[in-house]
């Protein structure tokens, strides 16, 4: 009977760690975003100062997490998931955040 080596490889790809990078970026400033809707509900006007700060520093986060997404699509010899996922994940995130100061800028 053969045995089948199952341990082949046939690529030196490997996953891109500016994309999990830029990924976790865009994790983490989800988690902000959801925790300043939350707070804005809960407190209204009250917490104006404290989720400006938060909201300006997690859009700051958001635009190195494109930075990261766009340098993570020009890499070679990496498997493409992540990145890809990364850049639509962080196209949206800033999009989201500018609409959101946006929305701000425009009713206060």
Request: charge should be positive; aromatic fraction near 14%; hydrophobic fraction near 55%.
């Amino acid at each position: 009977m053969k045995r089948k080596n199952r341990d082949v490889k046939f690529t030196n790809k490997g996953y891109s760690r500016v994309g999990i990078t830029s990924l976790l970026l865009s994790v983490f400033s989800l988690i902000w975003l959801i925790y300043a809707v939350s707070q804005t509900f809960q407190k209204g006007d009250a917490a104006g100062n404290v989720l400006g700060g938060v909201g300006m520093l997690a859009l700051v986060l958001q635009i190195f997490a494109m930075v990261f997404a766009v340098r993570a699509l020009r890499e070679e010899d990496v498997f493409r998931g992540i990145p890809k996922a990364a850049a639509v994940f962080a196209a949206v995130l800033l999009f989201i955040w500018v609409a959101v100061y946006g929305l701000g800028i425009y009713f206060v």
